[in-house]
């Protein structure tokens, strides 16, 4: 399965503003904004902007729903 992808990031000050396609979709701001800025050097930067903003479980839950495990007996 491919991993997230349309995330972008802009420092503005000590903000870091996290859009996904092109609309915003967090600010993160003191501690936050620098442990994101120091992580994103060293991780896969899509991964991290889709956990900071929520959207990492897209795609999958269909999928889910059909495991043999999941159904209603």
Same mark, same amino acid.
């Given at each position: %399965?491919? #991993? +997230?992808? *349309?995330? #972008? ?10 859009? @996904? @396609? *092109?609309?915003?979709?967090? =600010?993160? &701001? #003191? ?7 120091? !992580?994103?050097?060293? @991780? !896969? +930067?899509?991964?991290? %902007?889709?956990?900071? =903003? *929520? ?9 889910? &729903?059909? @495991? +043999? ?5």
């Amino acid at each position: %399965m491919p #991993g +997230p992808v *349309g995330f #972008g990031f802009v420092v503005r000050g000590e903000q870091v503003v996290i859009s @996904h @396609h *092109g609309r915003t979709a967090t =600010t993160l &701001r #003191g501690r936050r904004a620098q442990e994101f800025l120091e !992580d994103v050097e060293s @991780h !896969d +930067p899509q991964e991290l %902007m889709a956990r900071l =903003t *929520g959207n990492y479980r897209r795609g999958n839950e269909r999928n889910a &729903r059909l @495991h +043999p495990r999941n159904r209603q007996r």
